[in-house]
T-cell receptor, first 117, second 111 residues
Framework: DTGVSQDPRHKITKRGQNVTFRCDPISEHNRLYWYRQTLGQGPEFLTYFQNEAQLEKSRLLSDRFSAERPKGSFSTLEIQRTEQGDSAMYLC???????????????FGNGTRLTVT | QKEVEQNSGPLSVPEGAIASLNCTYSDRGSQSFFWYRQYSGKSPELIMSIYSNGDKEDGRFTAQLNKASQYVSLLIRDSQPSDSATYLCAVRGSTLGRLYFGRGTQLTVWP
């Protein structure tokens, strides 16, 4: 169990540029979640996958955001035409719907800190 | 009304005291409840999960759940300076999908 891995750890970009983040979940985990967190706030849900299927997407998420998990393993989150308001920590988490079913806890990666200038 | 509400604090207790953190939630059908600890600049770390009414103890931590009152709490006994962090309450809603997080309560334990 190597934990959830996110890349890059930090990203600085100029407004209007596109960025892509990668998340590798814990290997046997079938659910993968993306959250965003700004200073002083709790994590805000963006989307989640079960295997390769995207099961839920936040209504707050604009169409500039897209996420994929093509083979049910790693996932990417892309933000197009970045805005200063996109500056945040982007957190990936995974879980296993095993004995606890869908009630199992989430395990977070170290996050990708995005700064849009 | 937010799905998960926490006292934002900050909460300050002396070393060795009991720290009490509270959380309420709005979805009466919620089935799983979690407490995460988050150090400044780090990602959330799971410390407790609770699924049924009553108390659950793990070392110095006790989680309490009252579904009728839609209330979850976390007690930290014999608080240590290393417990100084933000504590996030998280609730999985009745759709069994996303976790909803509160804003977190910032705890400071002073020596």
């Amino acid at each position: 169990d190597t934990g959830v891995s996110q890349d890059p750890r930090h990203k600085i970009t100029k407004r209007g540029q596109n960025v892509t983040f990668r998340c590798d979940p814990i290997s046997e985990h079938n659910r993968l979640y993306w959250y965003r967190q700004t200073l002083g706030q709790g994590p805000e849900f963006l989307t989640y996958f079960q295997n390769e299927a995207q099961l839920e997407k936040s209504r707050l998420l604009s169409d500039r955001f897209s996420a994929e998990r093509p083979k049910g393993s790693f996932s990417t989150l892309e933000i197009q035409r970045t805005e200063q308001g996109d500056s945040a920590m982007y957190l990936c988490a995974s879980s296993l719907t095993g004995a606890l079913g869908p009630n199992s806890p989430l395990h977070f990666g170290n996050g990708t800190r995005l700064t849009v200038t | 009304q937010k799905e998960v509400e926490q006292n934002s604090g900050p909460l300050s207790v002396p070393e060795g005291a009991i720290a009490s953190l509270n959380c309420t939630y709005s979805d009466r059908g919620s089935q799983s409840f979690f407490w995460y600890r988050q150090y400044s600049g780090k990602s959330p770390e799971l410390i407790m999960s609770i699924y049924s009414n009553g108390d659950k103890e793990d070392g110095r931590f006790t989680a309490q759940l009252n579904k009728a009152s839609q209330y979850v709490s976390l007690l930290i006994r014999d608080s240590q300076p290393s417990d100084s962090a933000t504590y996030l309450c998280a609730v999985r809603g009745s759709t069994l999908g996303r976790l909803y997080f509160g804003r977190g309560t910032q705890l400071t334990v002073w020596p």
